[in-house]
């Protein structure tokens, strides 16, 4: 059964970068089968989708924040990060992982999620 | 961007009745070429991340309850809870991953009555 874990300062202030790291457990981030995603939800809000990370590298990112989003992966550990750039208190949210099934140019639903960790955006 | 708006925002349902969420996409969700619909559903509870409960509109993730189902094709979509339990108060929100970026509609907060 893979598990997601995100980690990464949870408190961030303006204009900095916000970092978190996704660390991916019982499965393999270099299986072909996957696609792997960072999701944000503010407090009492709906989830925002961030973007979207392959084995290879290949990024696709949300038009709303590609400007300020990097995400990156690391198969030796087995991990992806997400970095967003410029932050504001309106980028307080938490801050999920997740995986997609994908089959040839296709991705699908998310059927595993880290627990989440809250990054407040802060002086 | 695909807009997914969900309908009611809010529902309180008696334990043992009957609950319907609806979720409308501002554009088809079903793909030609292998005639499925692009449209997950996942259940929040409080602290929790979502959890995948439907997938292609109507298929039930292993592990899920068969009392949830899913319905619907092209814009419209329905979530049934057959008979609710005290188990299912949570946010239920539904998603389209015909296209990107991926979109969820709002959540509808599910109550007993």
């Known amino acids: 059964q893979v598990q997601l874990q995100e980690s990464g300062p949870g408190l961030v202030k303006p204009s900095q970068t916000l970092s978190l790291t996704c660390t991916v457990s019982g499965g393999s981030i270099s299986s072909g089968s996957y696609y792997w995603s960072w999701i944000r939800q503010p407090a009492g809000k709906g989830l925002e989708w961030i973007g979207r990370?392959?084995?290879?590298?290949?990024?696709d990112y949300n038009p709303s924040l590609k400007s300020r989003v990097n995400i990156s992966i690391d198969t030796s550990n087995n991990q992806f990060s997400l970095r967003l750039s410029s932050v504001t208190a309106a980028d307080t949210a938490v801050y999920y992982c997740?995986?997609?099934?994908?089959?040839?140019?296709?991705?699908?639903?998310?059927?595993?999620w880290g627990q989440g960790t809250l990054v407040t955006v802060s002086s | 961007d695909i807009v997914m708006t969900q309908t009611p925002d809010s529902l309180a349902v008696s334990l043992g009745e009957r609950a319907t969420i609806n979720c409308k996409s501002s554009?088809?969700?079903?793909?030609?070429?292998?005639?499925?619909?692009?449209l997950a559903w996942y259940q929040q509870t409080p602290g929790q991340p979502p959890k995948l409960l439907i997938y292609w509109a109507s298929t039930r993730e292993s592990g899920v309850p068969d009392r949830f189902s899913g319905s619907g094709s092209g814009t419209d979509f329905t979530l049934t809870i057959s008979s609710l339990q005290a188990a299912d108060v949570a946010v239920y929100y539904c998603q389209q991953y015909y296209g990107i970026p991926y979109t969820f509609g709002q959540g509808t907060k599910l109550e007993i009555k």
């Open positions: 554009q088809s969700l079903l793909y030609s070429s292998n005639n499925k619909n692009y």
């Open positions: 990370i392959y084995r290879s590298g290949s990024t």
């Open positions: 997740a995986r997609a099934p994908r089959d040839t140019d296709l991705v699908y639903y998310f059927d595993s």
